[in-house]
């Protein structure tokens, strides 16, 4: 297992776990800076969408250092770039738009999904051939342990753990919508992921997930994957 816990502390204020997060983020994002420059190297980052990530993705459009980075998503919806469900959006409300309006900065982006009105084969096609492997990945988690989009009830799952191929397509049972999610194989060929959880059930699954490999908790893979360091970011 190659892993880092890191328990925010509040620090007094709602947010103030924000503050802790970006003294840890910014010393790993220099680590990242410092070895690619030697490489001369952009470097390349995977967002999640959901709840979870949202405070701190706010929190990183606020550093100062987004024109040498490029940006992707870990998965996404089958939904078109404007729908309420798409992590696309999501990333361009509560991050992209924030570092323009404040910076003037346009960070190269490249979706998922570009037209959701395309057979799905099609849609993940197309994402094959645009696919960069990203640096590091940020990552959630569900109460269901699921991460990225790999979720144990999806008929694809096995595929998506076993698969050398970089993004694969997903139907969960247990969620809306058809999705395309890096596999297993990607998750692992990143340089670093960051896992942001908050929230003492989640933080229940997280220990559970800790005790070693379940296929029933798709993080888990993660957690103990001796390819990837996982930086863990817990607040309450």
Request: proline content about 7%; glycine content about 4%; overall charge negative.
């Amino acid at each position: 297992m190659v892993l880092n816990f890191f328990e925010l502390a509040n620090k007094g204020t709602p947010q103030g776990y924000l503050e802790d997060f970006g003294c840890h983020a910014s010393a790993f994002i220099n680590d990242l800076d410092h070895r690619h420059a030697r490489e001369h190297h952009q470097i390349h980052i995977a967002f999640s969408g959901g709840k979870s990530p949202i405070p701190f993705l706010e929190y990183m459009a606020g550093f100062k250092r987004w024109d040498s980075y490029t940006l992707s998503l870990v998965d996404d919806r089958i939904v078109p770039p404007d729908h309420e469900d798409s992590n696309a959006s999501l990333i361009h409300r509560h991050f992209l738009d924030k570092v323009r309006s404040k910076f003037n900065i346009e960070v190269p982006f490249s979706p998922l999904v570009t037209d959701a009105s395309l057979p799905p084969e099609m849609i993940l096609a197309k994402a094959l051939e645009n696919y960069q492997q990203p640096d590091l990945a940020l990552l959630g988690m569900g109460l269901d342990g699921h991460t990225a989009s790999l979720f144990p009830d999806a008929p694809e799952y096995e595929h998506a753990l076993s698969t050398t191929d970089p993004l694969v397509l997903t139907t969960p049972k247990s969620a809306p919508h058809k999705r395309i999610s890096m596999s297993l194989h990607a998750l692992q060929s990143c340089q670093e992921t960051w896992l942001l959880i908050s929230g003492e059930e989640k933080r229940r699954v997280f220990e559970e997930a800790a005790k070693g490999i379940n296929p029933k908790l798709p993080i888990s893979f993660i957690l103990h994957s001796k390819k990837v360091l996982c930086n863990v970011f817990y607040t309450q």
